[in-house]
């Protein structure tokens, strides 16, 4: 059976708030664990390249990975709900900043 995709998410964030788009999409299994995910801060302002996508993390490409300003580095994998934290605790960093 092939995976499912259970969120395919987009939220605008507003010009006064940070400016941008955060990107949610998580695929499952038929046991309902999480196979593939890409979570993404995209902001044009704050970064042209890699289609603007600011900060990021998938498991495209057979690993899991984060995307900061155009570079890609390999992460520790323990959990899908660690991955979402450290993603949150980086937006939300950039956030402040701008």
Known sequence: MADRKIYD??????????NGELRREVWVDASGKVTRYNLTYINHEL????????????????FHHRHYFGR?????????DDIEDQFAHDWTALRRET
């Open 9 to 18: 998410d987009r939220h605008t964030i507003a010009k006064r708030r940070g």
């Open 47 to 62: 970064h042209q390249g890699d289609n603007g996508r600011v900060v990021g993390y998938d498991n495209a490409h057979g």
């Open 72 to 80: 890609v580095e390999p992460v520790q994998f323990v959990s899908f």
